[in-house]
Nanobody
Framework: EVQLVESGGGLVQPGGSLRLSCAAS????????MSWVRQAPGKGPEWVSR????????YYADSVKGRFTVSRDNANKVLYLQMDSLKPEDTAVYYC???????WGQGTQVTVSS
Protein backbone atom coordinates (compact mmCIF):
# COMPACT_ATOMS: atom_id res chain seq x y z
CA GLU A 1 0.00 0.00 0.00
CA VAL A 2 1.35 3.39 -1.03
CA GLN A 3 1.52 5.87 1.83
CA LEU A 4 2.77 9.43 2.19
CA VAL A 5 2.44 10.67 5.76
CA GLU A 6 3.19 14.31 6.55
CA SER A 7 4.07 15.58 10.00
CA GLY A 8 5.58 18.63 11.67
CA GLY A 9 2.83 21.15 11.15
CA GLY A 10 1.49 23.38 13.88
CA LEU A 11 0.98 26.92 15.09
CA VAL A 12 3.94 29.29 14.82
CA GLN A 13 4.37 33.04 15.17
CA PRO A 14 5.30 35.20 12.19
CA GLY A 15 9.04 35.02 11.62
CA GLY A 16 9.24 31.55 13.11
CA SER A 17 10.29 28.24 11.60
CA LEU A 18 8.85 24.78 11.09
CA ARG A 19 10.21 21.63 9.52
CA LEU A 20 7.76 19.37 7.74
CA SER A 21 8.47 15.71 7.11
CA CYS A 22 6.84 13.27 4.70
CA ALA A 23 7.44 9.58 5.30
CA ALA A 24 6.96 7.40 2.23
CA SER A 25 6.24 3.71 1.94
CA UNK A 26 4.87 1.21 -0.54
CA UNK A 27 6.74 2.47 -3.59
CA UNK A 28 10.27 3.11 -4.82
CA UNK A 29 10.91 6.51 -3.29
CA UNK A 30 14.26 7.42 -4.82
CA UNK A 31 13.37 7.15 -8.51
CA UNK A 32 11.14 10.21 -9.05
CA UNK A 33 10.90 13.85 -8.17
CA MET A 34 8.89 14.77 -5.06
CA SER A 35 6.90 17.94 -4.47
CA TRP A 36 5.22 19.99 -1.79
CA VAL A 37 1.85 21.60 -2.49
CA ARG A 38 -0.22 23.76 -0.15
CA GLN A 39 -3.81 24.85 0.01
CA ALA A 40 -4.89 27.89 1.98
CA PRO A 41 -8.45 28.26 3.29
CA GLY A 42 -10.82 29.18 0.47
CA LYS A 43 -8.12 28.96 -2.21
CA GLY A 44 -6.97 26.44 -4.76
CA PRO A 45 -3.84 24.32 -4.45
CA GLU A 46 -0.50 26.10 -4.84
CA TRP A 47 2.66 24.31 -5.84
CA VAL A 48 5.44 25.16 -3.37
CA SER A 49 8.57 23.20 -4.19
CA ARG A 50 10.01 20.23 -6.06
CA UNK A 51 13.18 18.22 -5.64
CA UNK A 52 14.73 15.86 -8.16
CA UNK A 53 15.04 12.14 -7.49
CA UNK A 54 18.71 12.37 -6.58
CA UNK A 55 18.26 15.67 -4.70
CA UNK A 56 20.59 17.36 -7.17
CA UNK A 57 18.07 20.01 -8.22
CA UNK A 58 15.32 21.86 -6.39
CA TYR A 59 12.72 24.39 -7.46
CA TYR A 60 10.60 26.87 -5.53
CA ALA A 61 7.57 29.03 -6.03
CA ASP A 62 8.44 32.73 -6.00
CA SER A 63 6.32 33.15 -2.88
CA VAL A 64 8.64 30.94 -0.80
CA LYS A 65 12.00 31.30 -2.56
CA GLY A 66 14.76 32.18 -0.12
CA ARG A 67 12.68 31.14 2.90
CA PHE A 68 11.89 27.45 2.30
CA THR A 69 14.34 24.61 1.66
CA VAL A 70 13.34 21.20 0.33
CA SER A 71 15.46 18.11 0.93
CA ARG A 72 15.14 14.35 0.89
CA ASP A 73 16.66 11.26 2.46
CA ASN A 74 16.27 8.47 -0.06
CA ALA A 75 17.79 5.86 2.22
CA ASN A 76 15.07 6.44 4.80
CA LYS A 77 12.37 7.47 2.33
CA VAL A 78 11.67 10.86 3.85
CA LEU A 79 10.97 14.22 2.21
CA TYR A 80 11.50 17.44 4.17
CA LEU A 81 10.49 21.08 3.92
CA GLN A 82 12.35 23.53 6.14
CA MET A 83 10.26 26.69 6.42
CA ASP A 84 11.89 29.82 7.83
CA SER A 85 10.74 33.44 8.17
CA LEU A 86 7.16 32.27 8.09
CA LYS A 87 4.42 34.73 7.21
CA PRO A 88 0.67 34.67 7.91
CA GLU A 89 0.11 34.06 4.19
CA ASP A 90 1.97 30.75 4.52
CA THR A 91 -0.99 29.42 6.52
CA ALA A 92 -2.28 26.36 4.67
CA VAL A 93 -2.53 22.61 4.64
CA TYR A 94 0.75 21.29 3.23
CA TYR A 95 0.80 18.11 1.16
CA CYS A 96 3.68 16.05 -0.15
CA UNK A 97 3.14 14.46 -3.53
CA UNK A 98 4.74 12.39 -6.20
CA UNK A 99 3.20 13.59 -9.45
CA UNK A 100 4.52 10.81 -11.67
CA UNK A 101 2.17 8.20 -10.20
CA UNK A 102 -0.28 10.61 -8.59
CA UNK A 103 0.56 9.84 -4.96
CA TRP A 104 -0.55 12.35 -2.30
CA GLY A 105 -0.36 12.53 1.45
CA GLN A 106 -3.19 13.52 3.77
CA GLY A 107 -1.67 16.89 4.59
CA THR A 108 -0.48 18.71 7.70
CA GLN A 109 -1.82 22.05 8.90
CA VAL A 110 0.52 25.02 9.22
CA THR A 111 -0.85 28.12 10.91
CA VAL A 112 1.21 31.30 11.14
CA SER A 113 -0.35 33.73 13.57
CA SER A 114 0.49 35.90 16.51
Amino acid sequence: EVQLVESGGGLVQPGGSLRLSCAASGFTFGTHDMSWVRQAPGKGPEWVSRISATAGTSYYADSVKGRFTVSRDNANKVLYLQMDSLKPEDTAVYYCAQFHWGYWGQGTQVTVSS
